[in-house]
């Protein structure tokens, strides 16, 4: 696992060359207790000079283990990055160029605001804070129980 994420400018092959690695996903520094990175940033790019200009292509994937902000239950996902691309011009005198900051910012970016385990998650209860997933709550069969009650009760009222 690599801390940085770098081309060999000086070496590089004239028709292009793959790379493929994983850098460290320490590098995303993100702080946070409910998105955790874990085995590393994964990259897969083609890297290429155009006169002036290296174009590197490729794609990313980087593994986290989340809360999900709807019912609070653990989970892992993986954020995917299809379609890496950056252009950075560089002279005779460039010899490595430093791409750990864009592949950084592009995991960002792809970065649910709200994580949630499943599209279809149920979330928790608003009364007992049970996660519904695993099933209904109690709350639902009191109301459903409540229902039956008020039925009941008119029916004693036609006898009348
Ligand atoms: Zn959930
Ligand atoms: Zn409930």
Redo the contacts with the bound molecule.
């Keep these: 696992m690599n801390d940085k994420l770098l081309i060999d400018v000086s070496r590089l092959d004239k028709e292009g060359e793959d790379f493929e690695d994983v850098l460290d996903d320490a590098v995303l520094d993100l702080n946070d207790e409910f998105l955790r990175p874990f085995a590393g940033i994964r990259y897969a790019i083609f890297a290429q000079l155009l006169g002036r200009e290296l174009l590197v292509r490729g794609s990313l994937e980087q593994d986290f283990e989340a809360v999900?902000?709807?019912?609070?239950?653990d989970?892992d996902f993986t954020v995917k990055v299809p379609d890496f691309t950056v252009s950075v011009e560089v002279d005779d005198k460039t010899e490595y160029v430093d791409l750990t900051d864009e592949a950084r910012q592009s995991i960002i970016l792809a970065l649910p605001t709200y994580p949630?385990?499943?599209p279809d998650?149920?979330?928790v209860c608003t009364s007992c804070g049970k996660?519904l997933?695993e099933g209904p709550c109690k709350c639902k069969r009191e109301e459903t129980d409540d229902r039956w009650g008020a039925l009941e009760g008119l029916k004693i009222d036609e006898h009348r």
Excluded at 68 to 73: K, V
């Design positions: 999900c902000s709807r019912c609070g239950g989970f949630v385990c499943r998650c149920l979330g996660n997933n």
